[in-house]
């Protein structure tokens, strides 16, 4: 079954201390991106890759790292979490090339203490 | 910098009823997306347009792109309760096929039976 895992889905955490979300796809998707979606201010992108080694910023890239060494894998890093960065996280990935989809993961919701 | 409108911010129509849903952009639009969420869980890709006048559809959901590219417009017909939910449009702004999204405030949908 095509789909994109995130984990974990739920996080209480305190500032400062590191934390990484996983997103993993298992459709051999070129195109991944972290969201995230803040009520009053939407959904907003955050980074997102278009092929392994390949990541560049998208709206609100402060505060938030990434690393796109597998295909599959695209990991969101919080060096230092502050209390600005509760929010509801998603994980998508995309294939190109004709099929046009997108791939949603289940969602993170993140608190920060 | 470019922004999606989306209108109307919410809506609530009888069971059988057609809804339009509209998305417009200050900028060319390459790569106009439909996505689907119910609250607070993942979104559901709905399909994308890219060509200007190009016509999508899926089951009874139809999106258009309007000639100009800067507006797409999403129709359901004989609305049913399944399809109640928060309507979102998103946009590629890195030139097409890059993945560099933004997105609109979103539409919410009631449909009542």
């Known amino acids: 079954e095509a789909q994109v895992t995130q984990n974990p889905r739920y996080l209480i955490t305190v500032t400062g201390k590191k934390l990484t979300v996983t997103c993993s796809q298992n459709?051999?998707?070129?195109?991944m991106s972290w969201y995230r979606q803040d009520p009053g201010l939407g959904l907003r992108q955050i980074y997102y890759?278009?092929?392994?080694?390949?990541?560049d910023k998208g709206d609100v890239p402060e505060g938030y790292k990434v690393s796109r060494k597998e295909k599959r894998n695209f990991p969101l890093i919080l060096e230092s979490p502050s209390p600005n960065q509760t929010s509801l996280y998603f994980c998508?990935?995309?294939?190109?090339?004709?099929?046009?989809?997108?791939?949603f993961g289940p969602g993170t919701r993140l608190l920060v203490l | 910098s470019q922004e999606l409108e989306q209108s109307p911010q919410s809506l609530i129509v009888q069971e059988g009823k057609n809804l339009t849903i509209n998305c417009t952009s200050s900028?060319?639009?390459?790569?106009l997306y439909w996505y689907k969420q119910k609250y607070g869980e993942g979104l559901i890709f709905l399909m994308m347009l890219q060509k200007g006048g190009e016509e999508k559809s899926h089951e009874k959901i139809t999106a258009k792109l309007d000639e100009k590219k800067q507006q797409s417009s999403l129709h359901i017909t004989a609305s049913q309760p399944s399809h109640a939910g928060i309507y979102l449009c998103g946009a590629d702004i890195g030139g097409g096929a890059t993945n560099k999204l933004i997105f609109g405030t979103g539409t919410l949908l009631a449909v009542q039976p």
């Open positions: 900028k060319t639009l390459y790569g």
């Open positions: 890759s278009m092929n392994v080694e390949v990541t």
């Open positions: 459709m051999n998707h070129e195109y």
């Open positions: 998508a990935s995309t294939s190109w090339g004709g099929a046009e989809t997108q791939y």
